[in-house]
């Protein structure tokens, strides 16, 4: 009912820059909010950002001052990640979310979405 396309990724060295991208389709009445998470290897998955329909976010201590999450206002279906002076232990698979209300017609079932995942490396 719901698709997200997830972009960006790949190798960075640390200090360096990257820039997340997921759009959602389908289905969609309205997003409640939209967030990034993160798994890294032998580690549980970890809420990294996540931004409301009221556009309040929330971070991930660690990555406080460095990543920011946004969204494309005109859609509100598309959030970013910019992510800034990154460091080797933000290596992990970044995982887009979308907490949406379905439009099935008659009624708005909510509905959680995951992406498919994209790498994100960081050398030392």
């Known amino acids: 009912q719901v698709q997200l396309v997830e972009s960006g990724g790949g190798l960075a060295q640390a200090g360096g820059s990257l820039r997340l991208s997921c759009s959602a389709s389908g289905n969609i009445f309205s997003i409640n909010s939209m967030g990034w998470y993160r798994q890294a290897p032998g580690k549980q998955r970890e809420l990294v950002a996540i931004?409301?329909?009221?556009?309040?976010?929330?971070y991930l201590d660690s990555v406080k001052g460095r990543f920011t999450i946004s969204r494309d206002d005109a859609k509100n279906t598309t959030v970013y990640l910019q992510m800034n002076s990154l460091k080797p232990e933000d290596t992990a698979v970044y995982y887009c979310?979308?907490?949406?209300?379905?439009?099935?017609?008659?009624?708005?079932?909510?509905?959680?979405?995951w992406g498919q995942g994209t790498q994100v490396t960081v050398s030392s």
């Open positions: 979310n979308a907490d949406v209300l379905l439009n099935l017609g008659t009624y708005y079932p909510r509905e959680d979405n």
């Open positions: 931004i409301t329909r009221s556009g309040h976010t929330r």
